[in-house]
């Protein structure tokens, strides 16, 4: 190891401010020694990439130095920073989904076939980080196909058992406009869901007759259903509310409001009779849009799944909600989705934070006489 990499790391834990590392790194990458900046992003994980919690001083200069390489467009920058990311992907797994993020958002798509050539990084890091980066251009409108390195690296046998690979190598139509991060040296900023494609109709709940219905959560299909909050609970300050229902006949639009309340439901316990409960109509983009910001951004406190886990998760969501099969093709799980009808509620109950992270959806599958409810709120 280099003497300079070594008195960095030796005094990092004594450093008051790590803007002096910061700037040495910044002035290295700009003299063309891109080298030095992955070399020392490896000595420090090795040294304090597996403390818990992690010590600030290691946070900020190992994400300052993988923001460089991987913001700074230049074929250099992306071997070196796969060579930094594929060293530390056994230390810290998720590593692999941020650089990929990153990577998508910061560099050439044309370029980016560098880190899926043959002649790249080996070894399973580098291969999660390339089944990763793959979904991230997918998500952002790249046609893959066209790029020799990347199709070439897709259609090999490589990552044949990778859970990513049941996802298309192209977007789907439900996926339309994903909301996805953009990356600078100093920050992020993450467009929320759109509903400019949405014609919203809401729908009060009416004196109507509505189905009976029986339940039939079971927790295997929760787990599934709340593929896409699941880390709102289990990282930040979330819970959730999965509920499956058989209906004993059919469930038109005017009716879901009523039966709703009708269900028992915990999160609109307490919700008086009043103006506090509306129901929307929503197109399936909608319903994917709103699950994937959760699933790939997070909720108050964490960063969520990133873009690539982030789209497995919500289709993992949307098909239990739309009763696919289990271990169902894309194609299968995706027609259901387009079969479903898909609704938004909100709720004035104390169930809900009513902060930023709110989430009420149902999914009404008309061939099934199946109803889902899946609810989700977090806060700061």
Known sequence: MPDRITK?????????????????????????????????????????????????QY??????????????????????????????????????????SLLASGQDPEQLGTAFAGGSTRGSGAEELRACLLQELILRGVQVSALPDIARWADSSHWNHHPLRWLPLSRSEVEARPPLPSYSLSGSSYELPSSEMDSPTNLSPKDVNVPAVVETTADQGVSALTSAVANWAAESNGRFEARTFDLAGDLGAPSVASLLRLLDLECLTGLGAGNGFTVSALRPQRAWRTLF????????????????????ATWRSLGAASGSAEGASFDTVENDVKNTDWYDFSADSAWFEHVAWDIGLVAVSSRRRRLA???ATDTD
Do not use: C
């Open 59 to 100: 946070r900020s200069v190992y994400d300052h130095v993988l923001r460089l390489l991987t913001t700074t467009p230049g074929v250099g920058h992306i071997e070196h920073a796969v060579r930094l990311v594929a060293s530390v992907t056994s230390v810290a797994p998720r590593q692999a989904r941020y650089a990929a």
């Open 373 to 375: 409810v899946l609810a």
């Open 8 to 56: 960095i790391v030796t005094l990092l834990p004594r450093m008051k401010s790590v803007a002096k590392v910061w700037d040495e790194a910044e002035q290295r990458l700009a003299e063309g020694d891109a080298a030095f900046l992955a070399d020392l992003g490896k000595a420090l994980v090795k040294q304090y990439g597996s403390a818990v919690p992690p010590m600030w």
């Open 293 to 312: 910001a959760a699933a790939s951004a997070g909720g108050a406190y964490n960063h969520g799944e990133y873009g690539a886990y982030g789209r497995l």
